[in-house]
């Protein structure tokens, strides 16, 4: 298969372009590294099937040949990030995504749209099935990621209905693993930079409220699920396994053997409560489950941050290259 995958550059992305790679397809990242970093593709950059395309894709673009899927990950992700850029969040989710689509619609490509859990806001359901509408602040701090991809499901959902287009929408729950920015301001990767740089842990709020994490390798299997069905989704991909904030800093602090210190800080504004996916869809639908137990999965990545981001001798500064955003 031929696949382009926007956002291709990003955490996410990048590991979705290696197994696409790694199973024979030839895929076309295009990203405009926003969030992202070249660095996360730089090993498949010697292979023949896989294109780097640097660009925006709130822009028209287009792909040359006969194409066989989009997937459409294009997107600030992290609350920090889409906080930084609200403006183009909102463009990325509704002119990036409408791009994306009229490029599977000239094709007559699958096409898949990553969109989130946050869809469901904060939800008044628990745990969280794809029937349910969700609980979205739409004028809050978060409404420009939240609404971005509400917009992009109806708008995938319209292209499907109207001009035939086979699209998929996959809703992601949060994700950790290799490859997530240490400076991103999501809580696995705050935890465990601050873990191994000894540092205390930084829990917003009391920490009772939750969250469903989902080891990288699994999601992305699923993701490529999605592209090879003909499912038009929303399909719930997460790991349905709840922890509370606070048990998530007691795991990376007894993984990384780091000291206990824990340092609170007032909870952001619109920050849902809790949060863990229904599956059955991605089972029945799909054949997919999640795999990976978190205490493998935070071991993996403690590997791979230990590598990235510890401290030099001196103590100076970590030689891990990000914007320093809090501690
Ligand atoms: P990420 O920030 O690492 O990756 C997003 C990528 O999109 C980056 O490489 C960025 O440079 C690129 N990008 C942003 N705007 C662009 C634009 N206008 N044109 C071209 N490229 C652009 O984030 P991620 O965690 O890899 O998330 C990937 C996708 O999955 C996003 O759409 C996100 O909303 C969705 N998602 C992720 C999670 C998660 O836990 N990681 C959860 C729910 C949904
Ligand atoms: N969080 C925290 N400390 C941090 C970063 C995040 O306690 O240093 C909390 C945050 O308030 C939220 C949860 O961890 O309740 C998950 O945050 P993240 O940004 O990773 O994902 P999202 O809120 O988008 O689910």
């Known amino acids: 298969m031929k696949i382009v995958v926007t956002g291709g550059g990003g955490f996410l992305g990048s590991h979705l372009c290696e197994a696409l790679l790694r199973r024979g397809d030839t895929v076309w990242c295009l990203d405009n590294f926003s969030t992202g970093a070249p660095e996360n593709v730089s090993t498949l950059r010697g292979n023949p099937r896989f294109r780097l395309?640097?660009?925006d894709v709130t822009a028209a673009f287009d792909v040359p040949g006969p194409l066989d899927a989009v997937a459409h990950l294009a997107s600030p992700a992290s609350p920090p990030d889409y906080d930084r850029l609200p403006l183009e969040t909102l463009s990325v989710g509704s002119r990036g995504t409408e791009n994306a689509?009229?490029?599977a619609q000239r094709h007559d490509a699958r096409?898949?749209?990553?969109?989130?859990?946050?869809a469901y806001g904060d939800p008044e359901t628990h745990p969280q099935p794809e029937e349910y509408w969700g609980n979205v602040n739409p004028v809050g701090p978060r409404s420009v990621y939240d609404e971005a991809?509400?917009?992009a499901e109806a708008?995938?959902?319209?292209y499907r209905r109207s001009l035939g287009v086979d699209v998929g929408?996959?809703?992601?729950f949060n994700t950790y693993g290799p490859r997530m920015r240490p400076y991103d301001g999501r809580v696995v990767s705050t935890f465990v930079r601050q873990a191994l740089a000894g540092h205390p842990l930084t829990i917003y709020g009391d920490g009772s409220q939750t969250r469903s994490f989902c080891y990288v390798d699994d999601l992305v299997r699923g993701l490529v699920a999605m592209v090879d069905s003909g499912h038009s989704g929303p399909v719930n991909l997460g790991n349905p396994s709840e922890r509370t904030v606070r048990q998530l800093a007691e795991l990376v602090l007894t993984i990384t053997g780091s000291p206990v210190r824990i340092d609170h800080r007032p909870l952001p504004v619109d920050d849902?409560?809790?949060r863990c996916p229904v599956i059955t869809r991605a089972r029945e639908q799909l054949g997919w489950a999640p795999v990976v137990p978190i205490e493998e999965g935070l071991r993996h990545t403690v590997a791979w941050f230990t590598d990235r981001c510890r401290p030099p001798l001196d103590g100076a500064s970590y030689q891990a290259?990000?914007?320093?955003?809090g501690t």
Do not use: D, G
């Not at 708008?155 to 319209?158: D, E, I, P, T």
């Not at 929408?169 to 992601?172: F, L």
């Open 272 to 274: 849902p409560a809790r």
């Open 101 to 103: 689509l009229r490029l």
């Open 111 to 118: 096409f898949v749209l990553a969109s989130t859990s946050e």
């Open 53 to 55: 395309v640097h660009t």
């Open 155 to 158: 708008l995938s959902m319209a």
């Open 321 to 325: 290259r990000q914007e320093p955003v």
């Open 169 to 172: 929408i996959v809703r992601i």
């Open 149 to 151: 991809k509400r917009y």
